[in-house]
């Protein structure tokens, strides 16, 4: 998987998989609801049993997506923390491009426009 | 013999499950994507499935990085939902067909694909949603076979790999002796990224590219590696391979009976594409 | 670039880590096995791998029936045995090579094979037995990639298919950057079979045959079906899907530097083989 | 998987797959020793715990591989039922061909004689 890197997208490659393999498994942990309340009771006793390291813990501590993402975490299971504070892909959205919520909602809807031109068949030549 | 019927193909953001938890389909930013499931319906009460094989990726609820599958095949009697961490509702127990996820397996295997076979495996949104979209008032009247495709960890299966894939998938179903209506589910996509700068990303003239590949010509997408996929339609709009393996389940040529597409729906952009075998 | 020495490929029989265990290498019993081992020892003495990628089939201890892959390759940077049931001992854990894994599981997925990625991995008795009858002094001085092949749960991958999986590993092997020297380990068989009314079974003719085919004639096998192979080798004899998989790692003509058989060890031919690429 | 059956010799198919699964599930759990340990302390009631059949536990009363076998157990997982009494393969290949160890432990021994032909290569034209 060695080709160009895509600009602003992060692949989730084997170097990203070993490096983020504690931080993964402690998010994949929150599917449950008591590992969501052993988590919020104390965040660092939780995280130590996962063997994460000190930039993963910190990069929880951090809340940034970016820095969990650079410290090897999966987003699908990184939304598994997310959901915890109650923050959906939008607030994630907004916090990794540096905008307001609001602003990143617009600039979804900006792209509203082409929903006609596919739905006609006339986005075709592409 | 069985037969495919077809395939509907859905995006399956998980928000559209909290939407149905409270009944938000006439809310202005539900509607037009709600609405699109009505012919949807309309199609399906006159070509009333058996079985339901449904492609779609698994989120981190059933897989995890310890045992990550190219391709699984669901062998139950019966599949749960399970709670996701993030709060969307749970649905009633669905019932499978052990017996045809068998056939496909001895099937696929002997056509040289190395699939993970599940006696018991949990079902997350990107299957309970797609189901509760066509059948809304309650338990979906068919059987259902899971097919769960990687998208979570590269290497991806390329394009190429999973069209082959549900070509044998396909195979396999018309070779299975009882007379069963099939119906594929491809569940995912369309275009939409989550993670990075590029968090946000869509890309409809790619999508409209897609929807009418898929009709019948699907080699067009089977020329791009997985990273070219990653690079048009968004990281998470790698869950296109979902729809590229449904649209190799269905045997020959295909008619398009309904597409609807619209943005945004969360991050996303939402497709809805029916396909009838002609 | 990466070079593979060669293989070891060596029955895996639970009864020889209590004999190891309890020292019983001198025992009348055990002797003519284990005295198999000693060229095999001084053969390694003079070829010293880096890494050695064990192929081997899990029984029950890391998979069960609801994730049973076809082909898994570990990815982990530690593999630990653990408590199998009945009483065999616990090694130490083996220290693995996860980049050679990733650089195999991205060669193999790249040839079309849908291999189940393990960050964690248990090992049982067919990673550590022969790991412990090739190094008896204490922990292997290689680093390890464990390969698992279904021969548990039909359909079992064809021999076909297992020759082809082993030669895109080996040239994924041959790929990889740095100058690693890795051996192949293949783990299991020859013929046995533990249940049914034939329990006990054991075929020398068709154990010579694979033998000598493995060595430059591995098509002689791979026109068996797995059920052709029950039939001829015994339900676990199944396991020499685990050495033809790892004949095809290497790569070309090979020339056979030791062979030990003997029966019975428990219900079981036992069998040493070691071959050299050319 | 519709060949023709080998002459006892059991292959686990999806029939025997679908049928064994609980029996199988219970006995892959006896990888742990509490397992085993709560086995033993009350085998009713551990075995409804994996929602064994009524043939299942039947099968596990009866410590009789081939009523095991028949009842969907597959034998990587029922050797771990077996090695609860100390039982190896050798005792549960006399059992299932109806003679003692001893007996089933000599017809073992007869095929040794092979040995030195295969060693000597002169077992090769098969
Ligand atoms: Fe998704
Ligand atoms: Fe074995």
């Not at chain 1, 602003?8 to 393999?21: I, Q």
């Not at chain 1, 929150?30 to 052993?38: D, I, V």
């Not at chain 2, 949990?122 to 797609?130: E, K, M, W």
Request: net charge negative; with cysteine; glycine share 8%.
């Amino acid at each position: 998987m060695a080709s160009a890197p895509i600009p602003g997208t992060p692949v989730f490659t084997s170097e990203f998989a070993m490096k983020g393999y504690a931080l993964n498994k402690m998010c994949f942990s929150l599917n449950s609801a008591a590992n969501r309340a052993a988590f919020l009771a104390d965040e660092d006793a939780y995280c130590d049993k996962f063997g994460m390291s000190g930039e993963q813990k910190d990069a929880i501590r951090s809340r940034s997506v970016a820095a969990l993402i650079a410290a090897g975490g999966n987003v699908y299971y990184l939304a598994k923390f997310a959901g915890i504070f109650h923050l959906n892909v939008q607030d994630l959205g907004a916090q990794q491009t540096g905008v307001s919520v609001e602003a990143f909602k617009a600039k979804l809807n900006e792209y509203a426009r082409f929903n006609a031109d596919v739905n006609a068949g006339r986005l075709s030549n592409v | 013999m069985s037969k495919i019927m077809g395939s509907v193909a859905t995006s399956h953001i998980p928000g559209i499950g909290n939407a149905i938890a409270k009944n938000l389909q006439q809310d202005p930013y539900w509607k037009p994507f709600f609405d699109g499931f009505i012919p949807a319906r309309e199609w399906l009460a006159k070509n009333v499935p058996d079985v339901a094989v449904v492609v779609y990726n698994d989120h981190g609820l059933n897989f995890f990085l310890d045992k990550m599958p190219t391709f699984a095949i669901g062998a139950a009697h019966v599949y749960t939902s399970e709670d996701e961490g993030w709060g969307i509702p749970t649905v009633a127990p669905l019932a499978g067909n052990a017996a045809l996820s068998w056939a496909i397996i001895d099937g696929v295997v002997r056509d040289e694909f190395d699939v993970t076979t599940c006696q018991e495996m949990l079902v997350d949104h990107a299957v309970t949603i797609p189901l509760q979209l066509l059948w809304p008032e309650g338990p979906p009247p068919v059987q259902i076979v899971p097919v769960a495709v990687n998208t979570v960890q590269h290497p991806l299966p390329s394009p190429a790999r999973c069209l082959k894939f549900g070509q044998s998938i396909g195979r396999a179903i018309e070779a299975y002796a009882p007379d069963l209506k099939v119906l594929v589910i491809s569940s995912g996509g369309l275009s939409h990224q989550l993670e990075g700068e590029r968090a946000g990303f869509i890309n409809p003239q790619f999508d409209a590219l897609c929807l009418n590949a898929l009709i019948n010509e699907p080699e067009k997408l089977t020329g791009y590696t997985t990273l070219e996929i990653v690079e048009l339609a968004g990281s998470q709009g790698a869950e296109i391979l979902n729809w590229i393996t449904g649209r190799g389940i269905m045997q020959g040529k295909s008619r398009e009976v309904l597409r609807n597409y619209h943005i945004p729906i969360s991050n996303t952009a939402s497709a809805l594409q029916i396909l009838e075998q002609v």
